[in-house]
């Protein structure tokens, strides 16, 4: 069973275990002794209690010091904006927002992501302050779980993006076999999915954050 845990920030995760600091600045000094110049931590979010990862990028920048790659959970950074700080003085030089589903419904019914629409604004405006850090926002097409309104929605969120440093990136939905989500889409497959209308919809997401309004309307 998966357990949900509150930070005391008042943000509920899934219950992980965190490694001790001492351990992972440990690796990263022999990553750095073999001439590693990038670092990318490899979780779905770097995520913690927030005066661990005040520490954590504390002592990054003091004893490591090289670019890095970092997910940071949106709700908490929102809640303790100073870890966006700490990362990016630390040396976080690339993200992504992983935004899965521009509609809220799908990304609560099928994605179990909670983030609503307008944090996930307010995160990526918080990031294109900085002029040292890429950004990249993530959306799975070819769903066909999304009805025209989603798309609608998810049309909408992407021309509110801020584009600064940042790229739209789009991955067709390929869930694993044997997954739920795979038995969910064999189960619509079923009942006929209009491919040619998907592949629109994909160069539509594209269109739309590279066009200004007028341009797209057209």
């Known amino acids: 069973a998966i357990v949900e845990k509150k930070l005391k920030s008042g943000v509920s995760i899934k219950r992980r275990r965190n490694r001790k600091i001492d351990s992972i600045i440990t690796e990263l000094r022999l990553a750095e002794s073999h001439g590693f110049i990038r670092v990318i931590f490899m979780d779905s979010f770097l995520i913690g209690e927030t005066n661990y990862l005040i520490e954590l990028f504390d002592r990054y920048k003091n004893e490591i010091d090289i670019p890095f790659f970092a997910q940071l959970f949106p709700d908490q950074v929102l809640r303790n904006p100073v870890i966006l700080e700490k990362a990016v003085e630390a040396g976080m030089a ?11 419904r799908v990304n609560n019914e099928i994605f179990k ?8 604004i307010k995160f990526s405006k918080m990031i294109c302050r900085y002029d040292n850090v890429s950004l990249d926002y993530h959306i799975i097409t070819h769903n066909p779980f999304e009805t025209e309104n989603d798309i609608k929605e ?6 509110r ?4 440093n940042a790229q739209l990136v789009l991955q067709r939905l390929r869930p694993f076999p044997g997954s739920i989500l795979y038995s969910m889409i064999k189960q619509t497959d079923s009942k006929g999915v209009n491919e040619e209308y998907l592949h629109k919809v994909f160069m539509l997401y594209l269109i739309r954050f590279c066009a200004p309004d007028d341009k797209f309307k057209k």
């Open 94 to 104: 690339y993200t992504v927002i992983g935004i899965q589903s521009g509609s809220e």
């Open 113 to 120: 992501r909670k983030t609503s629409n307008e944090n996930i």
């Open 154 to 159: 998810g049309l909408d969120l992407v021309s």
């Open 161 to 164: 993006l801020p584009k600064k």
